[in-house]
């Protein structure tokens, strides 16, 4: 699809950009969101609170200032574990050398490796693999004893700083999320945060135990599949959680590599048939931390992410220490709207068929199985009538990221009085949030939008559009579809 007003390509993914060190200016934010930036991530596995907090609010103001709907999305470090110093030097650990793992925080050396945490002695098992700095180096445990674990150096390399450790996650007897998540969380959700993500997710009771409200009164709560018992709980995980995140740094190392691509696809599948927006991360474009291009195979990767299907792509290093975060997202942008105006959607039309999308579900609610079998509906009649645009009334979201599913090559504009709702679908593919005054009954809200989509040019006098909403302002779910002609 071409958008009239640009000739460019209309770029449907979204785009979740990390900020750090080299992306917190307001120069360098402002020309993010004007690249193409939908939402910003706050890594907080960097970093304070406070520093946090600043940039959330900065990110506020700068959205504000060009008219956006930017949403803000705090990633919880969860029971992220570290390595003690190895110092700014670092050391070398060659293939085949003989390491001590012990708990403690205070110095790392070649010979002895502390790690920062107390449970470390407790349930590892020798054939067990232990990985550093993100699986660049990796370990096998070959003997416990009382006081240490007597590992081998698998693939070695340079170490310096102090490096994340990853344990197997069903070695780790640590809850997520934890006590300090919860004090990020509580700092966050007093200042309106939009999303929050659960690190280290293993299965609904972890997204539970976040204790929040439910959106839209309560953050979107995205949780990471990073774990083996993520992927055997999904199911139950997609109940719980708002959104989710392909985590592949750590699933890459929980699950064997040559998997990781078929699990990207079930779990985008999984999403979609269960109307939950999903992110692609980690890795997307990171040579571009450094270099001014992608390569040929990064390229590849955000196309074929989008053509899986998913609704958002995350930016992590190439943004938060990059040497040019503006030109990445500008990179990313056109990558993602190049795929996007290729997207195969005869393919999706059988795809969405196959996984029964829009067939109510005998475990949801009554006002759910309304939705999904009224989105469904529109879905086909805006293919029917050559509609110009679907346009969605909707207090939760759950409308836009329902009809959103079914990929429509027309645009999905959100209509919605709160503007955290408008954030939130920051990373709904294709939708586009604008604002209603209020919910009244149905004529007059329909007439509110479709002017309001006039104004905006998304349609012209003379197009037909399909239009989703409750019949009046009492309605608590989605009732009422219309085909209109704009006049």
């Not at 939402?39 to 907080?44: H, I, K, Q, T, Y």
Request: with cysteine.
């Amino acid at each position: 699809m071409i958008d009239a007003m640009t000739t460019a390509p209309l770029r449907r993914t979204k785009i979740l950009a990390t900020i750090g060190p080299a992306s917190d200016s307001e120069s360098t934010l402002r020309g993010m969101i004007a690249a193409g930036m939908d939402a910003v991530r706050l890594n907080m596995s960097h970093g304070t609170v406070e520093e946090a907090l600043e940039i959330h609010r900065r990110v506020r103001a700068l959205a504000k200032e060009a008219g956006r709907d930017i949403g803000t999305l705090v990633d919880l470090p969860g029971p992220k574990l570290r390595a003690a110093s190895f110092g700014r030097d670092g050391v070398d650990l060659p293939d085949g050398r003989h390491v001590r793992l012990v708990p403690g925080n205070s110095r790392s050396t070649a010979e002895v490796i502390e790690v920062g945490f107390d449970g470390l002695l407790e349930g590892i098992e020798p054939g067990d693999r232990i990985s550093f700095g993100d699986g660049a180096i990796d370990i096998e445990v070959v003997d416990t004893t009382a006081d240490h674990l007597e590992a081998v150096v698998n693939h070695g390399g340079h170490l310096s700083g102090r490096p994340g450790v990853h344990i197997p996650s069903e070695r780790l007897r640590i809850n997520t999320p934890t006590p300090d998540d919860l004090r990020i969380l509580d700092a966050f959700i007093e200042a309106g945060v939009d999303m929050v993500a659960v690190s280290f997710v293993r299965s609904a009771h972890d997204i539970r135990r976040l204790g929040t409200e439910p959106h839209p009164r309560g953050p979107l709560v995205v949780a990471k599949i990073e774990t083996r018992s993520a992927i055997e709980n999904l199911a139950g995980i997609l109940e719980a959680a708002g959104a989710i995140m392909i985590a592949r740094g750590d699933l890459g190392i929980e699950c064997p590599i040559e998997d990781l691509p078929h699990l990207q696809k079930h779990i985008i599948r999984e999403c979609i048939a269960h109307g939950r927006p999903v992110i692609t991360a980690t890795q997307m474009l990171e040579s571009m931390v450094r270099a001014a291009t992608p390569t040929r195979a990064e390229a590849s990767d955000v196309a074929n992410a989008v053509f899986d299907g998913s609704s958002a792509v995350m930016l992590s290093g190439e943004t938060a220490t990059g040497s040019d975060p503006v030109n990445v997202v500008a990179t990313m942008a056109r990558l993602c709207a190049r795929a996007d105006a290729n997207f195969d959607v005869e393919g999706w039309t059988r795809l969405v068929t196959r996984l029964r999308v829009g067939e109510p579900h005998h475990d949801a609610g009554p006002y759910q199985r309304i939705t999904d079998t009224m989105t469904d509906a529109a879905w086909r009649v805006a293919q029917k009538t050559g509609a110009s645009a679907i346009l969605c009334l909707t207090r939760s979201g759950f409308t836009v990221r329902a009809i959103a599913r079914y990929r429509p090559q027309v645009p999905i504009i959100g209509f919605t009085p709160d503007e955290r709702v408008r954030r939130q679908l920051a990373i709904s593919w294709g939708a586009t949030p604008m604002t209603l005054t209020g919910f009244d009954n149905n004529e007059s809200m329909v007439r509110e939008a479709i002017t309001t989509a006039r104004e905006r040019g998304v349609v012209r006098i003379g197009d037909i559009v399909v239009v989703l909403a409750g019949i009046d302002s009492h309605s608590r779910t989605t009732d009422v579809l219309r085909v209109v002609q704009v006049t």
